[in-house]
């Protein structure tokens, strides 16, 4: 048994102050309580650990590259951004993507993420010719996430066409499963290769109804493993609704909704551009609504109806899918303070706005990550992410105000360390080691 005194936790019922977690040899919590007399303490907060319910990994490589405008350029938008995408996924070899991936999570966690999904549809070789271990590029994923401490969901997901009605181009071959035989057994192959990483799960989906044909993503829902989160975007851009539109005769989520039995198996990532119907019946479904507002400013997708779908009960969860930003404080003010700007109101977080946006957050992170128990309490694995209680903001403050302060007036700064299954590790910036590995790693991409 370990216990690990601290300042204060945010559990499910409120803060509970000067309290020792107690956690069994795997991490789990057995028990919460006071303080002993003279026992060393952690002078910090504990919060649940950030769940990061959306990532590419590669794309780090290429974060704040793709900002510069182009002389003759009509527009720079999400379309023109993917192209630069396409540069970085053709030439990602997989111990690159090793490196990068392991910076990218040590960096998530050094934030106050704890786990991460990770939505991953590079899958092979770089002339587009599946590697003789279809779980080659999983694998460099699972040993960053061992190296960097934080726990992975590992989402292979399929991806068959270029768009409604059109097929794959060029620049996507390192995507293409060519049926969905082939891409159980990129699940399969993945499966057997998270049961040798501890910390890691199995996630499944496509990447979006664009990138492959209806039936296909059906039977890709009744033949994955039933106990595996399921992900795919979701009515990201204009341009894809109109295109869903004009070839299925309904709107993305629209479709999803009439076609599938959404449930808190479901991820949708993004669901932007939604109608009032299908944000109500998203709401209603139990799906989660993956939400990743760095990146979704960043490429100028629009402001998901956040407001209304929280009114209707919607659960969601936050993600930093193209790594613009990874800091889930950021990630969560964000949300509010775009929901502020399009609604002229500032109540988009029911009662306590902080303690509602972090606890609902990772209720949401547990659903697509797959973990389902978490939180601080007993019979969750002690992940948590710990602020520094000497925060000038913090001191003297009323427990009321304290979550709220965290996330609408801190940042990641504030983070002194994350406990991932009862192992604690200090928020320290990353060695010049490191740093000069990833630097070689993506040099042929930032130089």
């Known amino acids: 048994m370990k216990r690990q005194a601290f300042k204060s936790i945010l559990t499910d019922d409120g803060w509970l102050d000067n309290v020792a977690v107690e956690t069994d040899e795997s991490g789990l919590i057995t028990d919460i309580n006071p303080v002993r007399n003279g026992e060393r303490m952690i002078d910090g907060f504990a919060v649940p650990g950030f769940i990061n319910s959306h990532s590419h990994a590669f794309q780090y490589a290429m974060a704040g590259l793709a900002e510069r405008q182009i002389e003759g350029r009509e527009s720079d938008d999400f379309w023109s951004w993917r192209e630069n995408m396409y540069r970085v996924a053709l030439e990602v070899d997989p111990e690159e993507m090793r490196v990068i991936a392991t910076m990218l999570y040590k960096e998530m966690r050094r934030r106050g993420f704890t786990s991460v999904v990770e939505f991953q549809y590079l899958h092979h070789d770089k002339d587009g010719t599946p590697y003789a271990d279809s779980a080659t590029m999983a694998i460099a994923l699972l040993e960053a996430a061992a190296e960097a401490g934080i726990k992975i969901t590992l989402t292979p997901v399929m991806y ?103 449930s808190s198996r479901f991820s949708l990532v993004h669901a932007t551009h939604m109608v009032e119907s299908e944000t109500l019946g998203l709401a209603q479904s139990g799906a989660v609504a993956v939400l990743c507002p760095s990146t979704e400013a960043s490429l100028g997708d629009g402001v998901f109806p956040l407001r209304k779908y929280i009114s209707a009960g919607g659960r969601w969860s936050i993600g930093t899918d193209s790594h613009i930003g990874i800091d889930p404080v950021e990630e969560l003010r964000l949300l509010d303070s775009f929901q502020r700007l399009e609604t002229h109101r500032r109540d988009t977080f029911p009662g306590d706005p902080g303690r509602f946006a972090i606890l609902e957050s990772v209720r949401g992170g547990a659903l697509s990550d797959g973990s389902r128990n978490t939180g601080l309490r007993i019979g969750a694995a002690l992940d948590a992410c710990v602020f520094k209680a000497s925060i000038p903001l913090l001191s003297e403050l009323r427990s009321a105000d304290r979550a709220s302060t965290l996330i609408l007036a801190s940042g990641a700064a504030e983070v002194m360390g994350t406990f991932v299954s009862g192992n604690y590790k200090t928020a320290e910036p990353p060695s010049s080691e490191s740093v000069a590995e990833f630097s070689g790693a993506v040099q042929k991409f930032r130089s």
């Open 160 to 262: 068959c066409q270029g768009g409604f009605g059109r097929p794959a181009t060029e620049r996507q071959r390192r995507f293409i499963s060519k049926n969905v035989d082939e891409y159980l057994k990129l699940v399969e192959a993945t499966k057997d290769a998270c049961v040798k990483y501890s910390g890691s799960r199995l996630g499944v989906g496509v990447h979006s109804l664009r990138a492959v044909n209806p039936k296909d993503l059906q039977e890709v829902v009744r033949a994955t493993p039933q106990d595996a989160p399921f992900h795919l975007h979701a009515s990201e851009q204009i341009k894809e609704v109109e295109e869903c539109v004009a070839t299925l005769q309904a709107r993305p989520v629209e479709w999803l909704l009439s076609n599938l039995e959404l």
